[in-house]
């Protein structure tokens, strides 16, 4: 199809959501003569329509979204592990939607929300909410992209130079996912959760920098300790939200609702109690760490996207 054939459907479509919007506005009551002002300065009432739009520009851009599935977050619902409204995957029929990530405001969308994004224009994945800073969210994978890698395979069998082999493995996955932000990072020195630092001798006793590891750029990383501790993990068992460890080989056995591959997922850190040993998120719904030359751990990427 031609780009000027383009153009005129997509202003088509437009024109029709318009007519539809005006079609609301005056069923409810109110008639607003022709003018020049800007749409995005009159409201109407959304209480039956479905939208989350105040206005009218607000509303015909939203449904020109859904009617041409142009936009990015292609749906979202509420995380409930429990109750009228179960919600773990998205696929429960109880699950309630969400247009959460509309609004540029800290903490709107809860931890564990389920977002269904679409990475670049041909890939859509799910992924839960992590942490949501306001004008972006930071969300974990549902799934495991790997299955099976170990953290970094080096010659002295230590952690001394950080998870290179899984990183890389990473980069190789996730470097076409153009609707995911750069992440720019120095391990040793970037915050992402309580602190900078990557050794831990305990899921809440991180002290001490383990390794360096110079700046990287990517469109993902992983998890790290002092963000799983943030979102509820311990050392214990069945101590992390039950979206962190679904979807691993045990996970059912331990309150998860769906089974899948690997016996856990490696974290970007590394134990400072022992030099050969990194920590994971196991499947049995808690932390620990083992051997970085493990090859039974799968990867889940954590992207930033901007709401």
């Keep these: 199809m031609g780009k000027n054939k383009r ?26 003569a022709i003018t020049s002002i800007a749409g995005s300065n009159i409201t ?19 449904l020109y979204d859904k009617a041409n599935k142009t936009g990015k977050f292609v749906e979202a619902y509420t995380y409930s592990e429990s109750g009228a409204n179960k919600c773990i995957t ?13 609004t540029k405001t800290a903490n709107s969308c809860p931890a564990g929300t389920i977002v269904k994004y679409k990475v670049n224009n041909n890939e859509i994945v799910a992924f839960h909410v992590m942490f949501d800073k306001g004008s972006k969210l930071i969300m974990q994978s549902q799934k495991n992209i790997i299955t099976e890698t170990v953290w970094h395979n080096n010659n002295n069998y230590d952690n001394n130079d950080g998870p290179l082999t899984a990183l890389n493995s990473l980069d190789a996955n996730t470097y076409r996912w153009s609707n995911v932000n750069n992440i720019t990072y120095t391990m040793g020195t970037t915050v992402f959760a309580d602190n900078a630092y990557t050794g831990c001798s305990t899921y809440d006793s991180c002290t001490q920098n383990t390794y360096t590891l110079s700046e990287r750029t990517g469109k993902a990383r992983m998890i790290t300790i002092q963000e799983a501790k943030a979102l509820g993990c311990t050392e214990d068992n069945q101590s992390c939200p039950i979206w962190m460890y679904n979807y691993l080989s045990l996970s059912i056995d331990y309150g998860g609702s769906v089974n899948g591959n690997g016996q856990g997922y490696w974290t970007m850190t590394a134990s400072s109690d022992f030099g050969s040993h990194a920590w994971f998120i196991n499947s049995f719904g808690g932390s620990t760490h083992y051997y970085t030359t493990t090859s039974g751990m799968a990867i889940r990427p954590v992207v930033e996207v901007s709401k």
């Design 44 to 62: 109407y009432s959304n209480t039956n329509s479905g939208l989350s739009s105040t206005n009218v520009q607000g509303a015909i851009d939203e």
């Design 90 to 102: 998205g696929e429960e029929s109880t699950c309630k939607e969400t247009t959460c990530y509309k």
């Design 7 to 32: 153009q005129i459907i997509k202003k088509h479509h437009k024109t029709l959501i318009f007519g539809i919007i005006i079609g609301m506005i005056i069923a409810s009551g109110g008639v607003y």
